[in-house]
């Protein structure tokens, strides 16, 4: 069971990469298409099932495409994290 | 992580039932995509202003004055009232705003030749008044909505479409270090500078914003946060590049410090 | 009220303090300072916005900030000053947000001098700034019209969010009349629903006049045009003077139409039947009155005190139908009633003569 999951809005992501490379946990990846801009975007490797839900793509994305869950009872909440 | 059985393997996420949602786009933040390049740090300098907004629960009165520059469309960007400037003159603006609207929190998004080239005049004086408004004064070295001409804050030695070989500081003069200069200034409550090339420096930066804002709530005086942004497309490179050069390059020449922090604003305890 | 002895610019101030200014933004510049030194006596003590800028540019960019907000702001200048303004005025057009701007013209081009001069009429006519715009201008002759079309300045700027500007000079600025101040309006209460004040209660505005579509800027820009018909058919101000029987029309303008008077009367003392025409709103010019009068006319003489601005709309309305002398002084000379009235007389006697009809004496400069 992972602790955490992130939902990808593919349709405003720009494929920067730098959710890739700041990724903790090494769980995103570029995917293969495209998405309607032209651009291929990010997702997230369900199989490595390590997402920790810890945000940090979240904070690195310009474009807001991460909602970021986390599983309540394994990790409690740190809320200053995502500040 | 990225061979090609691995990107073969991936495939929607679904979220199990029990997670709870620990980030969300913000409420003060439009929901609507951002013209901005990829990679590009205006995004995530508006989604760190909409959070504050959101967390200091200001949104219904708080007003953006947008530059001319890259972010002349943030007023697209933001769930608030917002006013379009001309070329450096946010400060005057948001000035005739705050003096109408005492109470509302007022802020300027300012790029570098926004703010230290065209708008140097403005701010100074909105400073030396100490005007409580906010000023996130976002730095990325370039002109980047022209192309990539030199800014007032290229470092010595880049070389960009208006300076192709190089600043040369006896023809083209030395970078502005603007936040320190304002810093001198009593009626400046707040001057910082921040960085976005690493997550850590991120969150140091939303912090500063949220004082920035605070320092306003606190009707304390001017209040700036200079902010070392990337601008990959104009660098001419990858988005992770433009952090290395971030750290390496424009960290050199502009450190990232507390120029000035008003008294009052350190005692505040508020979480960040 | 009694009437009471006022300076120009001061009496500017007031006025604009009676009809509810909530903000005043200015920057020192002779001849208008004393406009902004009253402001800064005034304002504080009735509790509303008074802030010397830095600069002009300045200056008419908090007038932008405290107009979006629904307030009722002003600032003042002379020539030079609305030079440095242009780029905000031009904002302010295509925002459409209202403001009230004084300017008490003076020599020019370049820093010139401090004399009376109404060399600003292409500038505040024509080209206040970039982009297809006309402010509301207006030209009083004496002070009680100036107080009066100040004191109704921010109800049009409003009823029109659009550029309302007093077009003086140096002489109406500086000079003493009575005046009968009118009385004491309070300050607006309500928010316009345009402004931006905090989004509470309402979807986020946001106020701009950047259109990067061409088709969406050229239907804002027809917006702006159907809007400025409307004020073109609307605002049209004028007087006529004595042009009931007149057989030559002098027009003029602000401080030289008062001195244009004199000299109608003095050319009638000498046997022509003179008038005076005298526009108010420099824009919108009022062509049509103008162009009625024209049929009864044989000449017209037109007094500035610049090379002949307004001297292409009165062209443009008499349509080659009469000659159309000019008279200008410039660099801060004022015309006496004595030179105007020679200039009709003879306008007078080479038109019986036969030998001016169709060989229009446009330009006739004095030493």
């Known amino acids: 069971m992972p602790q955490g999951a992130v939902l990808i809005r593919s349709d405003r992501c720009k494929g920067c990469g730098l959710c890739i490379q700041a990724c903790p946990q090494q769980v995103l990846a570029f995917a293969e298409t495209f998405n309607a801009r032209g651009y291929r975007p990010v997702q997230l490797d369900e199989r490595e099932r390590s997402c920790t839900g810890c945000g940090v793509c979240a904070i690195v994305c310009p474009d807001v495409v991460f909602t970021v869950y986390r599983q309540p009872l394994r990790q409690p909440l740190r809320r200053a994290e995502r500040r | ?272 | 009220m009694a009437r009471a002895l006022w300076k120009g610019n001061e009496a500017l101030a007031e006025a604009a303090i009676r009809a509810g200014v909530d903000a005043f933004f200015g920057y020192p510049i002779t001849p208008q300072t004393e406009l902004l030194e009253y402001m800064a006596r005034r304002m504080p003590e009735l509790g509303r916005v008074f802030l010397q800028a830095e600069s002009e540019i300045a200056a008419i960019n908090m007038v932008y900030g405290a107009a979006c907000a629904g307030a009722r702001a002003m600032t003042s200048s002379s020539s030079p000053g609305i030079s440095l303004m242009q780029e905000g005025l031009s904002y302010i057009a295509g925002s459409e947000v209202p403001c009230v701007v004084v300017d008490i013209m003076r020599g020019g081009p370049g820093l010139g001098n401090i004399q009376p001069s109404q060399a600003d009429y292409f500038q505040l006519t024509r080209s206040a700034g970039h982009g297809d715009f006309h402010p509301l201008v207006l030209a009083p002759a004496t002070l009680q019209e100036a107080v009066d079309l100040m004191y109704a300045s921010f109800d049009l700027a409003f009823r029109y969010r659009t550029i309302v500007i007093i077009a003086g000079d140096g002489a109406l600025g500086q000079m003493m009349e009575p005046v009968e101040m009118p009385p004491m309006r309070p300050p607006a209460q309500d928010r316009p629903d345009w402004a931006v004040f905090g989004a509470k209660g309402r979807p986020p505005r946001a106020i701009t006049s950047l259109y990067l579509d061409a088709e969406e800027l050229e239907q804002v820009n027809q917006r702006l045009q159907a809007k400025l018909k409307v004020i073109a058919a609307g605002e049209q101000r004028w007087e006529c003077y004595l042009t009931e029987d007149a057989d030559y029309l002098v027009v003029a303008f602000g401080t030289v139409a008062r001195i244009a008077k004199s000299a109608v009367r003095a050319a009638r003392a000498m046997g022509v039947r003179a008038g005076l025409f005298r526009p108010i709103s420099l824009w919108p010019y009022p062509s049509g009155m103008l162009g009625t009068l024209i049929a009864q006319m044989r000449g017209v003489l037109v007094v500035e005190m610049n090379a002949g601005q307004m001297l292409e709309d009165v062209r443009m309305a008499v349509c080659g139908r009469v000659p159309v002398r000019f008279l200008g002084r410039m660099g801060g000379v004022i015309p006496l009633p004595d030179e105007i009235a020679a200039e009709i007389v003879h306008m007078a006697r080479t038109r019986q003569r036969g030998n001016g009809h169709g060989a229009q004496r446009l330009l006739q400069f004095k030493e």
């Open chain 2, 1 to 272: 992580m990225t061979s090609l059985s691995l990107r073969a393997s991936l495939r929607e996420v679904s979220v199990p039932p029990q997670m709870e949602i620990v980030y969300a786009h913000p409420a003060a933040l439009a929901d609507v995509p951002m013209h901005y390049c990829p990679g590009c740090s205006h995004g995530a300098i508006h989604r760190m202003i909409a959070e504050v907004v959101d967390e200091l629960a200001i949104r219904e009165r708080t007003l953006c004055v947008a530059p001319v520059g890259c972010a002349v469309f943030a007023y697209k960007y933001f769930n608030f009232d917002s006013c379009e400037a001309a070329h450096g003159r946010a400060p005057a603006m948001a000035t005739g705003l705050k003096r109408i609207l005492p109470d509302r929190i007022i802020f300027t998004y300012q790029g570098d030749g926004d703010l230290a080239s065209i708008g140097a005049n403005e701010i100074l004086h909105a400073a030396l008044r100490g005007e409580p408004i906010g000023v996130i004064f976002v730095n990325n070295a370039v002109y980047g909505m022209t192309g990539g001409q030199m800014a007032p804050t290229t470092p010595v030695g880049m070389k960009t479409t208006s300076s192709p070989l190089g600043r040369d500081p006896l023809t083209q003069g030395r970078p502005i270090h603007l936040t320190e200069m304002l810093a001198t200034i009593s009626g400046v409550a707040y001057a910082v500078r921040r960085s976005m090339h690493s997550v850590a420096e991120m969150r140091k930066t939303k912090k500063a914003i949220r004082l920035a804002f605070q320092a306003q709530l606190q009707g304390l005086g001017l209040s700036l946060v200079e902010i070392l942004a990337a601008c990959p497309t104009n660098w001419r490179l990858t988005p992770v590049e433009a952090l290395d050069f971030i750290r390496d390059r424009m960290a050199s020449e502009y450190p990232v410090g507390d120029f000035k922090v008003d008294e009052r604003l350190r005692n505040w305890s508020g979480e960040c």
